[in-house]
């Protein structure tokens, strides 16, 4: 009998059946716990038959596994690192890869405090796609990060429970201190969605001491990206995009920021960022700042339809009715903080901010403004000295509905607010 098209579709993207999928068990691995598996899985990867499937069990590893083109995992098994090295990854190979999937498995590492090693770290590759992937064990690095990477998609995945105590920029062994759920770097053409990520954490003394942000993602220097509907919560930062283009950041569900639900920083540009919901940020619920001028101004952003409640009601430790301190000490919570600069290379301009509702609740009356555009100088001049450059104003701030705020609904320097 011939089969409709429709049909045949459905049937050639089922996964291979158990009595034909090439499983790590051919190759001599067995998920007991104990028995070092790291050959025999490293030996089934690089057979050339493509993905391997990872049986229920606890599959013991001693070094990074290395991923070439064409292979992957995939199945309900869990890769245990039980030594200070990153799980997955291909760094180092100039090759590249291609059609790699990672599917249905769990990473975990034994937790080493402050640990410069990752989740999974894969460098210049096309056709990625990691989905249904569980990660954690972290210390003060990344869950997941891709570099270089395009036609890519993280799905479904659930990255959580780090923890980190150090004080300084940069780890004992000279790596930057940045624990991110999900960072991309320097990636196009890909989706970051319906992924989980929480409970980033760092001690409090971390926290006071250096601009510890502790992202759920963290895109640079990336563009055409779509980040949508993911749940972060209980981390530095949501989502910070740094010198990004052309990103959409839509649905996501952000909750409990020691620092700030979302921002765009270093000259982000042309960038939607609609319809997410933030919840407790300490700071601000939206950071828009200027930066490194190196990477120019941020401009044509477009900010709309967002939900930002009771920006404050929680310290910059995670920790509730505790005021700001440290380095964070004398910033000015608000909803949406617009943070220019003195340079007009490295100014925010042209942003669209509009129908987005911002509220705090009788209960946590503890955010200053709903909307407020700050300048920052450069110099020995004060910034309250100084009075702003007026025309780097240009922001469009209109119909928005704010309620509870400490000082006022807007201070701003735009000439259109409506």
């Given at each position: 009998m011939r089969l409709p098209a429709s049909y045949l579709i459905v049937i050639l993207s089922w996964p291979l059946s158990p009595a034909l999928a090439v499983s790590v068990e051919d190759f001599g691995a067995f998920g007991n716990a104990t028995a070092d598996a790291t050959d025999a899985i490293q030996a089934a990867l690089d057979a050339g038959q493509g993905p391997v499937l990872l049986p229920a069990g606890r599959y013991r590893l001693t070094r990074t596994l290395r991923l070439p083109s064409g292979s992957g995992l995939y199945g309900h098994g869990t890769l245990y690192m039980d030594a200070d090295e990153t799980v997955l990854s291909n760094h180092g190979d100039d090759k590249g890869l291609n059609d790699v999937l990672i599917k249905g498995i769990q990473i975990e590492k034994r937790f080493v405090e402050n640990s410069e090693k990752d989740g999974i770290f894969i460098e210049h590759?096309?056709?990625?796609?990691?989905?249904?992937?569980?990660?954690?064990?972290?210390?003060?690095?990344?869950?997941?990060?891709?570099?270089?990477?395009?036609?890519?998609?993280?799905?479904?995945c659930y990255v959580h429970d780090f923890k980190a105590s150090w004080t300084k920029r940069k780890l004992p062994g000279g790596r930057s201190l940045d624990a991110i759920g999900i960072m991309l770097n320097h990636c196009q053409w890909g989706q970051v969605t319906?992924?989980?990520i929480e409970n980033l954490n760092v001690t409090y003394e971390s926290a006071v001491a250096v601009h510890y942000q502790t992202d759920g993602i963290n895109p640079r220097h990336s563009k055409q990206v779509t980040i949508a509907n993911n749940i972060?919560?209980?981390?530095?930062?949501?989502?910070?995009?740094?010198?990004?283009?052309?990103?959409?950041?839509?649905?996501?569900?952000?909750?409990?920021?020691?620092?700030?639900?979302?921002?765009?920083?270093?000259?982000?540009?042309?960038?939607?960022?609609?319809?997410?919901?933030?919840?407790?940020?300490?700071?601000?619920?939206?950071?828009?700042?200027?930066?490194?001028?190196?990477?120019?101004?941020?401009?044509?952003?477009v900010v709309q339809g967002n939900t930002i409640v009771n920006t404050g009601s929680i310290a910059i430790t995670g920790e509730p009715d505790g005021a700001k301190q440290g380095v964070w000490e004398k910033w000015q919570t608000a909803g949406i903080d617009l943070h220019n600069d003195s340079r007009a290379n490295n100014s925010v301009y042209d942003y669209i901010i509009a129908n987005n509702v911002i509220y705090n609740t009788p209960e946590h009356r503890t955010c200053q403004y709903g909307i407020n555009e700050r300048f920052h100088t450069y110099g020995n001049e004060r910034e309250d000295k100084k009075q702003p450059d007026t025309s780097l104003f240009t922001n469009k701030i209109s119909g928005n509905l704010i309620r509870g705020m400490?000082?006022?609904?807007?201070?701003?320097?735009?000439?259109?607010?409506?």
């Open positions: 590759a096309t056709n990625l796609r990691i989905d249904c992937v569980s990660v954690t064990g972290i210390s003060a690095c990344f869950g997941i990060a891709l570099v270089r990477c395009e036609n890519f998609s993280i799905t479904n319906n992924n989980r972060i919560r209980n981390v530095g930062e949501g989502i910070d995009l740094v010198d990004c283009e052309s990103m959409s950041l839509t649905g996501n569900i952000i909750q409990q920021c020691w620092h700030f639900g979302i921002k765009v920083i270093h000259g982000s540009r042309l960038c939607t960022i609609s319809n997410n919901t933030i919840r407790d940020a300490a700071l601000n619920g939206m950071s828009l700042y200027f930066g490194n001028p190196e990477f120019g101004p941020g401009y044509g952003n400490q000082a006022g609904k807007y201070k701003t320097f735009s000439k259109t607010v409506d």
